[in-house]
């Protein structure tokens, strides 16, 4: 291992920070009331120390497998970094996990301590803990009868001295959210999420002086990368969110210079503004060059965004509509690709070259070509090891050059941007023999401010349909009188408007509104809000045929 790569991983990129700027704050913790906490880099150390004191004094074997499960917090970075300083392997799980999911990922990963954080649903996952599993209840986890971290890291003296790990050492495994079965563990090296944390913070000039706040789950690929590894590298002050009915105080008090977010909550930010400022007024306003200035800040203000250099947008594609609406209030939205097997690490659009539509350029270390089937296949610097304890499957996730096989279809253009077209396994034939891609279609339709998520359907049958659940906003509001009528005409407006923008092999035979909604705890969607395709189709598959006879452009399920 060279001195420069030695350099670059992550514990001696945050031990540099902790010698040359001890004093600086690095972690800011919202607490109840309205308050916070500060932690600066010799206090997260001193705190990770000790608890890899303690972790020392189990016996546990190298490179032993440690859980967390917890919302954002300060205390999930700190507790990452006194696993590795121990020398052991960070398992995270989501903290909306079922207790039977929970519990397959602590029995498979061979966990051997679980720290539990900051819950909303502890109830339900504390029943998936294998019994005889020694916990630690980090601060703000719920009541738990488990030894607390403040007890144990003031008791315990800090390890001797500052432990780096091997570039080839495991890290961590990221379970995947399993939208199509099972989660598969993702194991990664710290080169393989070092280096891609250097890639990004090179290309987007990063520095100590950001700020960042985490809010996406930290369980998952891209804000692990984006909040907690970016911020262990450059330095920068992390900030988290406390509750979503607290998110806007939150994103106000960090006033983010680089901030990361999803298609879904993009689209609600901009429902936000229209409920304040309707859109036809405000394509009036943005007309008038004397005011056109004055009215783009205060809304990215009004978003808590008015200090962000660079925005980003992944975890799915994001609208080009909805992109560039973005981009015309002067907010640079770049859309970045990748898994969790290349650790998020794959393309990014570049500042002032984007095309609505494509994702970007591959990062300059990354390679990047498509199968004859028009599959995406990657090779990058943050390629997994493989699959934890899966040998067969991670054999199958390669190509016999080496290439990741994403399982995405793509075109790239003469400028080498790639565009997502869907993904090979969801692919599936009408009655016409036709194959259709479901989520392009579904990105149309998810692009209208009445619809929150759509599922494209229609294996088999003469045309496709889909099935919507309406925007949260949207539903108190569907008793009062006439509402539903108008917006019943309104999705027929939609079913319209996507049919001609799709090939007609695609086009949709009508629109179905769900009457239950698709969450987490029902398992219709994945901890990412993805939907999962296989649940939902089984879910209304008896509906079907009922749906085709009738008739009807819209239905509202019985």
């Known amino acids: 291992m060279s001195s420069s790569i030695d350099a670059d991983l992550l514990l001696q990129r945050f031990y540099h920070h902790v010698e040359a700027r001890g004093g600086d704050i690095y972690l800011t913790q919202p607490v109840a009331g309205g308050e916070v906490v500060d932690y600066s880099f010799a206090e997260v150390f001193d705190e990770a120390a000790r608890m890899a004191a303690y972790l020392d004094s189990l016996g546990f074997e190298p490179q032993s497998k440690i859980a967390i499960v917890s919302k954002n917090c300060a205390h999930f970075i700190i507790a990452e970094l006194a696993i590795w300083m121990a020398g052991h392997v ?5 903290p909306t996990l079922s207790s039977g999911t929970a519990n397959y990922i602590l029995e498979h990963s061979d966990a051997k301590l679980l720290f539990v954080g900051k819950l909303d649903t502890w109830d339900e996952l504390e029943r998936g803990v294998p019994a005889g599993l020694p916990c630690v209840a980090l ?12 007890d144990i890291v003031a008791s315990a003296e800090p390890v001797a001295d500052k432990r780096t790990r091997a570039a080839d050492d495991e890290s961590l495994i990221i379970y995947t959210s399993g939208s199509t079965g099972t989660p598969k563990g993702v194991v990664h090296s710290f080169r393989t999420i070092s280096i891609p944390t250097k890639g990004i913070v090179a290309q987007l000039g990063i520095n100590e002086r950001e700020r960042q706040i985490s809010y996406l789950p930290l369980a998952h690929a891209m804000d692990r990368w984006l909040s907690g590894c970016v911020s262990l590298y450059a330095g920068s002050h992390l900030f988290f969110a406390d509750s979503l009915d607290t998110f806007m105080t939150d994103l106000n008090r960090a006033r983010p ?10 689209l609600k930010f901009q429902l936000g503004v229209y409920a304040q400022l309707p859109k036809p007024k405000l394509d009036r306003l943005l007309k008038i060059p004397i005011i056109r200035g004055i009215i783009k800040k205060k809304i990215l203000a009004g978003l808590g965004l008015g200090h962000v250099r660079f925005a980003g947008s992944g975890s799915a594609p994001i609208p080009a509509e909805l992109l560039q609406w973005y981009r015309d209030l002067g907010l640079e939205l770049l859309e970045g690709y990748g898994m969790s097997e290349n650790f998020s690490y794959s393309h990014l659009t570049r500042p002032g ?7 970007g350029n591959a990062y ?12 995406i296949l990657v090779k990058s610097p943050g390629t997994m090891l493989g699959y934890y304890k899966q040998e067969a499957l991670t054999r199958e996730a390669f190509t016999p050059d080496g290439f990741l096989k994403t399982g995405d279809l793509g075109v790239i253009d003469a400028q080498q941007r790639l565009r997502i077209t869907g993904r090979l396994k969801e692919l599936f034939k009408t009655s016409k023999g036709k194959y259709v891609a479901p989520a392009p279609i579904e990105n149309i339709l998810n692009n209208d401010p009445n619809v929150e998520l759509s599922l494209v359907a229609g294996s088999g049958m003469p045309k496709t349909h889909a099935v919507l659940q309406l925007s949260e906003e949207l539903l108190p509001k569907l008793e009062r009188p006439g509402v539903k009528q108008r917006i019943t005409a309104e999705l027929e ?9 799709i090939e007609e092999f695609e086009r949709l035979g009508f629109l179905v509104v769900a009457k239950d909604r698709w969450t987490i705890e029902g398992e219709q969607l994945t901890p990412t809000m993805k939907i999962k395709r296989g649940v939902l189709e089984e879910m209304y598959g008896s509906k079907r045929d009922g749906w085709y006879a009738a008739g009807a452009k819209v239905i509202w399920e019985a």
């Open 90 to 94: 960070t398992v995270a799980l989501y």
């Open 139 to 150: 601060p703000l986890a719920p009541d738990t009868a488990y030894r607390s971290w403040d």
């Open 257 to 266: 210079t680089v901030f990361l977010s999803v298609p879904r909550l993009w």
């Open 353 to 359: 070259l984007g095309r609505p539509g494509y994702i």
């Open 364 to 375: 300059p270390d990354v390679e990047c070509k498509l199968s004859e089937a028009g599959e």
């Open 493 to 501: 407006g939609l079913l319209d408007a996507t049919n001609a923008k």
